[in-house]
């Protein structure tokens, strides 16, 4: 089963405004991550938060992470008709030895020019 | 500096053929992972290689499926005797470091395998 369930599913707004997807998780986890991917393309990684962090930014970009409430949010601010995508948060569990990467089944975004 | 490489880009197998998707990772990349996506889904692992040895093959199918990653050469997935719900979009995604616990996984741009 998927370890990242991300919310909402679909997300469409207006160029300018900011976008706040969720993921929330089952079990305890080293780092979360978050990734993009554009129609018919690889995923990109956007960023990386580890267990004991609770807030990291790139750019327009910025995460939280709530391990109480086994959640993260990802925020784009001032959101541009580009970051059309589907966004992806993945786990990565705490026994890492030669452990591997979960995704969640996306959020797709759509950002209307 | 080239990222993830895989061919093909998209492929087209009836019933009952091979497929062979190849996968070289970054340069510098030693571990492998293959993913497959389906539709409207995330991606599903399938298997963790590094070379020459299968490190985590718990979501490859038990049958028809398998993988390698020979110590000179691209890593490849192979489907025998492939069926219609094979049809995907397979991911490949390297990292540097012993897994992608610690570091991000770079992605190939997949290849789309379509079973007629």
């Known amino acids: 089963s998927q370890q990242g369930e991300e919310d909402p599913q679909a997300l469409s707004i207006q160029e300018g405004e900011n976008a706040t997807m969720n993921c929330s998780y089952k079990t305890s986890i080293n780092n979360l991550q978050w990734y993009r991917q554009n129609s018919g393309r690889g995923l990109v990684h956007l960023i990386l938060?580890?267990?004991?962090?609770r807030e990291k930014h790139s750019g327009r970009l910025r995460v939280t992470l709530d391990t109480s409430k086994k959640s993260s949010s990802l925020l784009i601010t001032a959101s541009r008709a580009a970051d059309t995508a589907s966004y992806f948060c993945?786990?990565?569990?705490?026994?890492?030895?030669?452990?591997?990467?979960?995704f969640g089944k996306g959020i797709t975004l759509s950002v209307r020019p | 500096n080239a990222g993830v490489m895989q061919n093909p880009r998209h492929l087209v197998r009836r019933r009952g053929q091979e497929a062979r998707l190849r996968c070289s990772p970054m340069k510098g990349h030693s571990h492998v992972y293959w993913y497959r996506q389906l539709p409207e889904e995330g991606l599903k692992f399938m298997v963790y290689l590094q070379k020459e040895n299968i490190i985590d093959e718990s979501g490859m199918p038990k049958e028809r499926f398998s993988a390698e990653f020979p110590k000179e050469g691209p890593s490849i997935l192979r489907i025998q005797q492939v069926v219609r719900g094979d049809s995907a979009a397979y991911f490949c995604?390297?990292?540097?470091?012993?897994?992608?616990?610690?570091?991000?996984?770079?992605f190939g741009n997949g290849t789309r395998l379509t079973v007629t």
């Open positions: 993945a786990t990565a569990p705490y026994t890492g030895a030669n452990s591997k990467l979960t």
């Open positions: 995604a390297s990292s540097q470091s012993g897994t992608g616990v610690n570091s991000p996984l770079h």
């Open positions: 938060i580890r267990s004991n962090e």
